[in-house]
């Protein structure tokens, strides 16, 4: 497939590649971004944790008073672990939440990558060799590059195009339309098909 593709369709298929990157790249890191802002809730709990265990320090201390204090003591003990276990609980969701906008983001940037990749590079590497393979004969004067460009632009060419050209000839089979084709015209076709792969004559 990637021989039949020119070099203006090629280009076109770069660019929607980089845009389609760049638009899931942007939309992860901005579902990440608004994922991790979350975790500023996490950072409120965690105010609120600390304040418990203040005021379970504050209660510990008046624990010490006659009569009362046994019962303020068990209170205040009471306070300060439920506000250590909401200071815990606010740093471990601060940390997932962080985890989780890291991850969201690294996955809309990579799982569109891992789906068009696997099919546009080969199709990409394919069509370069071709371009290559051709630029390396066009440059070494192969005698037998412009009949071959020739009968590729017979196969590859759309039909308007061909019939501006003057072919196919009525009833002619593709072999005999390129046996039967005059030096000019073969050079003809052969320069549509450098067009095609972005190549021109040296010179």
Do not use: C, H, K
Not at 2 to 24: C, E, F, K, P, Q
Not at 96 to 101: F, P, T, V
């Amino acid at each position: 497939m990637g021989g039949s593709l020119s070099a203006r369709t090629v280009r076109g298929l770069d660019v929607l590649l980089v845009v389609y990157v760049v638009v899931w790249t942007v939309l992860g890191a901005l579902i990440g971004a608004d994922i991790q802002r979350q975790a500023d809730l996490s950072d409120q709990v965690t105010r609120i944790g600390r304040a418990l265990t203040d005021i379970g320090a504050g209660l510990d201390v008046l624990g010490g008073l006659p009569l009362v204090g046994g019962e303020i003591d068990a209170a205040a003990g009471r306070v300060t672990e439920a506000g250590e276990s909401v200071v815990q609980s606010g740093r471990e969701s601060r940390a997932g939440l962080e985890r989780m906008g890291a991850l969201v983001g690294i996955a809309f940037a990579a799982v569109p990558l891992m789906l068009v990749l696997p099919v546009y590079v080969p199709l990409r590497r394919g069509w370069r060799r071709e371009v290559r393979a051709v630029a390396a004969a066009l440059a070494a004067g192969d005698p037998g590059l412009d009949l071959a460009l020739a009968r590729r632009a017979l196969g590859t060419l759309p039909f308007s195009r061909l019939r501006e050209l003057g072919f196919p000839s009525p009833g002619a089979s593709e072999e005999d339309e390129v046996r039967g084709l005059a030096d000019e015209a073969v050079r003809r076709l052969a320069d549509e098909e450098l067009r095609r792969l972005g190549l021109e004559r040296p010179g």
